[in-house]
């Protein structure tokens, strides 16, 4: 199924977060049941050229017919000319989405929102602490750990799934090994074959010591995952300014106007995806929220 | 080296024993030996009596609960410095509920269930110790079976999900 380019691409990034440009699926990569990456790249060489992002931001995929995701971008943000985005099938969208082969073409609006705090976190420990789909928003973050690993202290990779067959990326743990970071992989539920941990994920924060007043703890996955994480991260005395969420609601416009995405006082598109926790701690874990 | 002496020490690479005083490291380390075992050894199945609480020194413990028809579910891991069997400490327990499996070699110190008890019986003050740290064992354990329980990670229902 192939979307048509449309003829009038906006380069100006005020101009791209408006209205959707035309990417070409250059590949796909099917990570997990239900799960792939699409790698993208722009039609147009400007929008090509004029394209960055920080790690931890989105996109609004847009199919026509069908409509607009906001999806993470899940690739290595020093190469922006292919832009990755691991799409869990969940709903109408995905499902379309995960019908589109290579050489299909899709409509792209952003990137959109906040991103993890790489330049403040240099000189830090750095806990990567994710479930599930939360992974791949913050496979940007590791990236750019990787490419610049001289500035940051020792980092961790807690990173958990459902079943092993659920792992998001597992050939790459290996080579994160290798560039010093110490990946410590858990699953809910195995059976007898399955040689690595299971357990979920808050408790791999019993598997080092922690350095807590110099570490920085980013988080995203199941928001009850989420909730323990910052339970384990604050009870090791990790200052709630140094602890970071990311969260996924039902984003729509990406921009604040729809307000689907609310949280207090807050628009998970616009003021998000990703939150320093002390912003988000009165609304944290309240009911209704 | 001494067994005991070698006990001692391995016992005191953990910080919870690196805060006991030193007679009721003795007196622990009077009622426990060190074992190791080999990757795939069982060490105990669900039914046997329940005689020892392990504490993982090296390596990684499993444990399963045969669930018919689907087989071996394997529900926890142990990595060092992690305790199973602790149910065998509190009084009423006396079967294994799960098996317990190496998953790699490992070395664990193997305490004796019913004179730990005793000994917390006799003296209080360790038994506050033991007990409070059983008590922290059983709430780690007990929230992470509620988010296992919970099966965060299954797919959401959501009429509004894209």
């Known amino acids: 199924m192939a979307a048509h380019a449309h003829t009038h691409s906006p380069a100006s990034p005020s101009e791209r977060l408006l209205e959707p440009v035309w990417a070409q699926v250059m590949d796909i990569t099917n990570e997990a049941e239900g799960i792939s990456t699409y790698w993208l790249k722009f039609t147009d060489p400007a929008v090509e050229a004029a394209y960055t992002f920080e790690p931890g931001q989105f996109n609004m995929v847009y199919l026509p017919g069908y409509g607009e995701a906001a999806i993470s971008i899940s690739s290595n943000p020093a190469d922006p000319t292919l832009v990755g985005h691991t799409i869990r099938f969940v709903g109408n969208v995905t499902r379309a989405i995960s019908r589109l082969k290579v050489g299909d073409v899709v409509g792209v609006r952003g990137p959109f929102g906040s991103y993890w705090p790489m330049k403040e976190m240099e000189g830090h420990d750095v806990i990567i602490a994710c ?127 729809c307000g689907h995405c609310q949280l207090g006082p807050y628009f998970i598109c616009k003021d998000g995806p990703v939150f320093r926790f002390d912003a988000l701690q009165p609304y944290f874990n309240v009911e209704e929220f | 080296m001494d067994p005991l002496d070698e006990l001692k020490l391995e016992l005191q690479k953990i910080p919870w024993f690196r805060e006991l005083q030193i007679k009721h490291l003795d007196m622990i380390a009077g009622i426990s030996q060190l074992r190791n075992v080999k990757a795939g050894e069982v060490l105990f199945r669900e039914g ?115």
């Not at chain 1, 020792?154 to 459902?162: C, D, N, Q, S, T």
């Not at chain 1, 990326?169 to 059976?191: H, K, L, N």
């Not at chain 2, 998953?103 to 269930?113: E, G, Q, T």
Request: neutral net charge.
């Open chain 1, 131 to 257: 479930g599930g789909i939360g992974l791949p928003p913050l496979r940007p973050a590791i990236y750019h750990i990787m490419n610049n690993r001289e500035k940051f202290g020792k980092v961790y990779l807690l990173y958990g799934a459902r079943t092993p067959k659920d792992l998001l990326y597992p050939t790459e743990f290996e080579e994160w090994e290798r560039a010093g970071i110490q990946v410590q992989v858990t699953v809910d539920r195995a059976d007898e074959d399955w040689q690595g941990q299971v357990g979920v994920v808050p408790m791999l924060f019993y598997r080092f010591r922690m350095d807590a007043p110099n570490s920085v703890v980013l988080t995203c996955g199941p928001e009850i995952m989420i909730r323990f994480v910052v339970y384990e991260g604050l009870a090791r005395r990790v200052p709630a300014e140094q602890i970071y969420v990311s969260l996924e609601r039902n984003m729509k416009c990406g921009q604040g106007s």
């Open chain 2, 48 to 162: 046997d009596r329940a005689e020892y609480i392990y504490i993982v020194l090296s390596g990684r413990i499993a444990l399963d609960m045969a669930v018919p028809p689907r087989g071996k579910m394997r529900f926890h891991t142990a990595d060092p410095w992690e305790v199973i069997g602790w149910s065998s400490a509190t009084p009423v327990v006396h079967q294994r509920t799960a098996s317990a499996t190496a998953v790699v070699d490992s070395r664990l110190a193997m305490i004796d269930s019913a004179r730990l008890r005793e000994l917390c019986d006799q003296d209080h003050d360790l038994g506050y110790l033991v007990m409070r740290r059983l008590s922290n064992i059983v709430a780690s354990r007990l929230m992470s079976s509620r988010l296992q329980l919970l099966d965060m990670f299954a797919e959401p229902e959501n009429k509004n999900a894209k």
